[in-house]
């Protein structure tokens, strides 16, 4: 069975950080979230995986190439514009043998959250879903014994808990389903409406239920949960340089240094080439990318930070997270808050607990402050002694 990753969406709702890169780029303790779901595949027996790519697409083919450093064999078709997953799944229709698994590139899953539909599909149509408290954001699956009877996206519904993952397996039928989506005015083409018009036809589509591994970052913030829930089960290991204190599973990549004083308490992941204090401290739930540097007395909790990075002395930075080529000048400090409502495209969204999402490629001056809940876009220059206490577009000027 081939499997098909659908990575060709943009992720808007994880703006700032995709302003540079594809959601399924996202690092998770320093791994791509895609990463995640080719090791799955790899874990499980599949290895002929195509991905369908779009938005920043260079950046995943140059990360994966063929797919020979992961023991896979990838291809790739692109999705030149993003007309949802039903248009997406249509990218690969001759690539396809008669039964194929899709998965989302931006949810993390185990071979273990694989086997629950792999090992219990038998023809047609099947349909992974799980139970969420909190079903906001996701289609509902109505189900009776194992069968799919309705597909609902954009509504709460009493007592339905059951959502759908996004992972499908699926016969060369799906085909004429969503050709029939794709006549139609629904507006975005989901492949929830080609199965609903399915089921509607009378097919059998069966629904079985995960409880293992399936994690969804669906916006920027939603990254520190799911880190810090994949920093639980990392097993350290030192392969720089550790003049300072390591308690708790911690991994340093290869040339780092951790000066004196600076003390480390896991889980947290250091990346290569990274330069630590002295007298940091980095608290737990913490990813740090590689070639970062980290001047005395900061300190750092429940955080992300991607590559190339600098961060001045004497600084503070809790629950947030920190694009890739950022240059910041020493004392800067990021306000935490929590119940947080942030307006993001003209949108209001609940952050249980942020700090500051900054994108890529800024520079902040020394003496800076952000309130709770602060998004920054990229290439901006902020000046001495600012307090910024509104979202910041790219570009911005502020002196």
Not at 7 to 35: D, H, Q, W, Y
Not at 305 to 333: A, C, M, P, R, W
Not at 377 to 390: A, L
Request: hydrophobic fraction near 40%.
């Amino acid at each position: 069975m081939k499997a098909v990753i659908l990575a060709a969406g943009e992720g808007i709702r994880c703006r700032p950080l995709t302003f540079t890169r594809s959601k399924v780029m996202l690092p998770i303790a320093n791994k791509p979230t895609i990463e995640y779901v080719v090791n799955a595949l790899h874990d499980s027996g599949i290895v002929d995986i195509i991905m369908v790519v779009g938005y920043a697409k260079e950046r995943i083919m140059n990360y994966f190439g063929n797919g020979k450093d992961f023991d896979v064999h990838i291809k790739y078709v692109e999705q030149k514009t993003q007309l949802g997953t039903a248009h997406a799944i249509k990218q690969v229709k001759n690539l396809v043998g008669d039964e194929f698994l899709v998965l989302n590139g931006d949810n993390l899953v185990s071979a273990k959250t694989i086997a629950d539909i792999t090992k219990k599909h038998t023809k047609e149509t099947s349909i992974l879903t799980a139970t969420r408290a909190d079903t906001t954001g996701y289609a509902l699956v109505m189900e009776k014994n194992e069968k799919a009877e309705r597909i609902v996206e954009g509504l709460a519904l009493k007592d339905v808990y059951n959502i759908n993952t996004g992972i499908y397996i699926f016969g060369p039928d799906i085909f004429d389903a969503i050709e029939d989506t794709l006549q139609s005015d629904v507006g975005e083409f989901g492949i929830t409406d080609s199965i609903q018009r399915m089921i509607d036809s009378g097919y059998d589509v069966h629904a079985y239920r995960t409880d293992h591994t399936w994690m969804d970052v669906m916006h920027s913030w939603n990254l520190l949960d799911v880190n810090a829930r994949i920093l639980e089960d990392i097993h350290g290991s030192v392969h720089g340089t550790v003049d300072g204190t390591i308690r708790g599973e911690v991994t340093v990549g290869s040339d780092s240094i951790i000066r004196e004083g600076s003390h480390i308490m896991g889980p947290a992941v250091i990346g290569r080439d990274c330069d630590i204090g002295p007298n940091v401290v980095i608290s737990p739930s913490t990813s740090i990318g590689n070639n970062v540097t980290i001047e005395p007395f900061t300190y750092i909790r429940n955080s992300v930070i991607l590559d190339n990075v600098y961060i001045g002395s004497q600084s503070t930075i809790k629950n947030s997270i920190i694009g890739e080529n950022n240059l910041i000048d020493s004392h800067f400090i990021t306000e935490s808050g929590k119940d947080l409502l942030i307006e993001l495209e003209e949108m209001l969204y609940r952050a249980d607990e942020l700090g500051t999402v900054i994108g890529d490629n800024n520079i902040i001056g020394c003496d800076v402050s952000t309130a709770a809940g602060t998004l920054i876009g990229t290439e901006c220059r902020i000046g001495t002694g600012t307090v910024i206490t509104k979202q910041m577009p790219s570009h911005a000027l502020v002196v």
